[in-house]
């Protein structure tokens, strides 16, 4: 299984999140709320993706 994908999404997933930590202060309000909805969603997807590939190395 090809896991370049997955390790990409998870870089971009916690660069995002860094993004939105590192300039609360500057970002409006409005953006704020949906640039930290769609960085959960990622860390969720990056998660259950990367458990999915550790449970089919085995196989």
Known sequence: MNTT????LLILTLLLGAV???YK???PP?????LA?????????SFILT?????SMGS
Do not use: W
Not at 37 to 45: D, E, H
């Open 30 to 34: 409005k953006l704020k709320r949906g």
């Open 51 to 55: 458990v999915y590939t550790l449970f």
């Open 20 to 22: 939105v930590v590192f």
């Open 5 to 8: 994908n997955i390790a990409a």
């Open 25 to 27: 202060d500057s970002i």
């Open 37 to 45: 909805i769609s960085a959960a969603v990622m860390l969720l997807l």
